[in-house]
């Protein structure tokens, strides 16, 4: 499966700690990340990293993003795509 992960800010050990974790899980279960992008907890960095990550995945299984805040660019990115073929989970409950 295709699995995209949107990160906080990479250097943050809260994003490496959120990232590992996921990264773990997924291998439990023999899956990976296929692409990770930093979008730095913003609205407008979400909105960018999530067009630029759709424009380069035609095909996309699920998408992990870390922060709610940056979540409102990455569902503003999705509708613009008009992209519905794969589910989203956010974190952080901001």
Known sequence: ????????????????????????ALKTYGFSVTAQQDAKFTVESGTQVASNLLQAHKKIDAIWNHDDDQGIGVLAAIKEAGRDEFFMVGGAGS
Request: no cysteine; proline share 8%; net charge negative.
């Open 1 to 24: 499966p295709v699995i995209l992960e949107i990160q906080g800010i990479a250097t943050l050990p809260l994003t490496q700690d959120r990232s590992k974790g996921f990264a773990d």
